[in-house]
């Protein structure tokens, strides 16, 4: 299966996230990264198995992030 360049998350996927460290929010699978709840948080480690970067997870970040997948 071919992966879209982009992808929004639908309500299905909010409605079954689960939160992972440093307020980060997976699908319930843990494969789509939705979003990006704590702006205080200024480093993230994405999770080894991630495969989707939903469009617009770190969209309200104002300030530059690190980012670090495991």
Known sequence: METPPFYAPTEEDYNT?????DGLLYSSDGKMLLHATNP?????HIKQ???IICDGAFYF???Q???HFN
């Open 49 to 51: 198995g991630t495969e």
């Open 40 to 44: 205080e948080v200024t480093e993230y």
């Open 17 to 21: 996230a689960i939160e992972y460290e």
């Open 61 to 63: 970040l104002r300030q």
């Open 65 to 67: 992030r690190k980012y």
